[in-house]
Every structure is written in C-alpha cells, then in structure tokens.
C-alpha cells in the first residue's frame, strides 16, 4: 500500500513540476538512487500545537512527516522532489471527536471519503452504530478515507420515539452489563446521553450514569457524556466523566462547576457549539454539491434570533472553560463531511482566537481520542495535512480555501472526488 501511495506520490509531483522533478530522475546513471522523500518548500506551517512557522519546509517520506522546520533549518535529502508551496498555508487534516457515522459499509465509506475531501483525517463515530462494519472498518485503512473510530451503541435512559440503537438501561446492573458488552467489543470510548428532551423522558440518573463510568474505568474505557444542563454536568464531574461531547446549555455556568472542573483539569470538553443562527453563504461546497443543492441550503439559512441566544449561551461557557485553561477538543456531530469548517468558524465566532480553534481541531483532538500519530506537522507522524490558498489565522473561514489534502503523504485527487460524490449524491 504505501509503495504504491508513493508511486503515485511521485507521479503527481512529475506532472506537476516536470523541470525541478527531472533534476531527482537524473540520477539514474550515478551513485545515489533517486530519494523516496518530498520536500514542500515555502509555505507558512500552522503546526497544531500553537506554534507558526513562516517560510517553512518538510520532508515527506513515504506515509510520514520526516522533518519539519524553517527554510534552512532541515536538510532536504539529495534526490528529493520538491514542492513550492511559496503563498500557501499548511495545517494538520482534523480531527472530528464527535461525529456520527452511517452504520452501513458503503454508505460509511462514502462518508469517511467526503471527509477527506474536506480536510478530516479521523472522525469518531459516537454511539449510534449497530452491527459490525464500524468495528470491522477502523482498523482498515480506506484509499482517499478518513479513518474513524466507534463508540458502538451508546448509553441512555428509554426513550422511545428515539433512536433504538442505544443501549436502554433502567437499573444499574443493566448499566454495567452494557459496558461489559461495549468493553468485550472494544469500543474506542463509552458514549451516554444525559438530558431529558425538554421533560420528554426520565433522564439517566446520577445512580445509572455513575454506574456506567465506573465500570467503564474497571474496563479500562473513558466516558463521554451527551449534556444538557449544568446541573447534570455537576453531577457527571463529581462522578468521575471524562469528556462532555456538548457544551453546558441550559444556562450561563457559574463558579461550582469550574470549581469542580478544576479539580479534574484533564477532563475534556467537546463544544460542539449549535448554529449560530445567523444566515450564511454554501457557495464554497460547489466542489462536491450541486449548485441547485447549494442554491436550496442559501435559502434555508436566515437569521434566527431564538437560535442566537442558544448560541451565546454555549458560546460564553465554552469561551469561560477554554479561558480557565481546560482542555478544548473539537466536534461537529451529525454527519455532514463539511461541517468541520462551519464550527471551526462557530467556535472563532464565538470567542476563540482562530490559533486556538486550530489547536483545538488537531492537536487537542487528537490526544484526546488516543491518535499519537495525528494533529500535528511533526516529524514522525502521519503525513496528514491540508493545504489552503490563505491563511485562517487571518479569517477562519480560509480553511475552505483548499488547495489539496494530503493523507498519509499522499494527495486526494479532489476534483475527481467531488465529482463523484455530487453525482453519487441521494
Ligand atoms: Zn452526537
């Protein structure tokens, strides 16, 4: 597989600089095979854990970063092709730590491959998927796919009318049954949901969900509460929950919570954040949407005054965790492949510097899932990056502005891609 990645490597970089590519192939006839490594020369580098490099370089070799530095600092191998990437940014592909995958493996590989296209390189699949292609398919590794992760059927209270793909327990022994289930099928996280649907249903109390997240640590697993009211966050704090896959939305926080949050600074929260309610534009997903598609979304969105105030709620508390130096990961829910660039520009819209948000998208997300090998330009990880034709850190709305993404070193053939997926499309 990565022999013929790099191959393909290769070829793209010949077709598209024939003149500089020739000076590698030359050395046919001379001691020094011609090097399997590629320098991208020139671009500003957003590394993914805050720091910026202007006028940077890295080597990829094979699947892998194998240096990074700026222009001078790393030592481009004899024989290496090179790229320009003089006026472009580079920053890490994301990571989407809360998502929601189709069940079914091709509608699943269809999606994970929408994804790439729109820069993810991992998306964990939170809690509604029965059967076994989501556990068959993270340990595969998709041609032009994201690569993804299950948290198989999550956990809840009953509630029918809902999704029935839960686990629906009412005692704590069914509670701690259904992690034994999850722990045996080595789900990536446990995922429980605790709200009452504006008073529709008895929520999981606070007996049956400290039920789960203590068996789930016996079992070695992390929890990720689904959260509604502060309330309820209190209670999953003091309970031991490892992440919030939602902000707190019922209300402004207040000083219990952050103080119960800083006895557990490792606890993540996943924001989340919902529409801001504010119209804007689809015009940037011509890629891969039909333009009648685009022309029908443009006229869904308006302004939304109720929907604003629900915003500025989650915005102001997510705002005060990430300010208390909790640490702030990164998700979309649903399961549109583009919607990583809309709550990036929530998250900025709603306080966060744009260098935050990035770090937030890659490199907290990628610590927080377990992906050692994701969320940073660094030597020795994965050479997963997106290239983009302006800065975000200017305005966060510049990662649509992209150029190419490159997963395990090498290139998405994007056009072709969206093509397929605007054809495909139901
Ligand atoms: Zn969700």
């Known amino acids: 597989m990565s022999g013929m990645s790099r191959a393909r490597l290769v070829a793209m970089v010949f077709a598209l600089l024939p003149s500089v590519a020739l000076a590698g192939a030359c ?3 001379s001691d020094t095979p011609p090097s399997s490594a590629v320098a991208f020369e020139g671009a500003r580098i957003i590394v993914g854990d805050g720091a910026v490099i202007e006028d940077g370089v890295f080597v990829v070799d094979g699947d892998r970063f194998a240096q990074v530095g700026a222009a001078g600092d790393v030592e481009v191998p004899d024989g290496a092709a ?21 069940p079914e493996r091709e509608a699943r590989t269809e999606q994970l491959r929408h994804s790439a296209y729109y820069g993810t390189a991992l998306a964990v699949s939170l809690g509604l998927d029965e059967g076994n292609a989501s556990f068959q398919m993270r340990d595969e590794v998709l041609a032009d796919g994201a690569r993804s992760q299950t948290a198989g059927r999550g956990i809840t209270s009953p509630e029918p009318g809902r999704s029935e793909v839960p686990h629906w327990v009412t005692t704590e022994d069914e509670a701690r049954a259904a992690v034994r289930e999850l722990a045996a099928q080595q789900v990536d996280i446990v995922k429980i949901w605790v709200d009452d649907r504006g008073g529709q249903y008895e929520r999981l109390s606070p007996e049956l969900y400290g039920a789960v997240i203590d068996e789930a640590h016996t079992n070695g697993l992390r929890v990720t509460a689904h959260v509604f009211r502060l309330e309820d966050a209190k209670g999953l704090l003091r309970a031991g929950v490892d992440a919030f896959a939602h902000g707190i939305r019922d209300m402004d926080i207040d000083d219990e919570v952050v103080e119960l949050w800083r006895e557990r600074p ?7 954040l919902p529409g801001p309610g504010v119209a804007e534009t689809f015009d940037w997903l011509s890629g891969s949407v039909s333009a009648e598609r685009i022309a029908e979304m443009n006229a869904n969105s308006t302004d ?4 604003q105030e629900f915003f500025g709620i989650q915005a102001r508390n997510m705002v ?3 300010g208390e130096g909790f640490p702030v990961a990164f998700g979309t829910d649903g399961g549109s492949p583009w919607a990583v660039h809309q709550e990036l520009a929530d998250m900025v819209r709603a306080g966060m510097s744009p260098a935050d948000v990035i770090v937030a998208a890659t490199s907290t997300s990628a610590v927080f899932v377990g992906a050692d090998d994701l969320g940073t330009v660094e030597a020795g990880k994965s050479a997963d990056f997106i290239v983009l034709d302006a800065n975000p850190l200017d305005d966060i709305t510049n990662t649509r502005a992209i150029s190419t993404v490159y997963l395990r070193g090498v290139a998405l053939d994007r056009e072709e891609m969206g093509a397929g997926f605007n054809s495909r499309a139901p």
């Open 27 to 29: 050395d046919a006839g």
């Open 82 to 102: 090179r790229v320009d990437l003089s006026g472009k940014t580079v920053m890490p592909a994301i990571v989407n730590a809360h998502f929601h995958l189709n």
């Open 266 to 272: 490792h606890v993540v929260l996943v924001p989340n």
């Open 304 to 307: 939304r005054p109720q929907a």
């Open 320 to 322: 005060r965790l990430h």
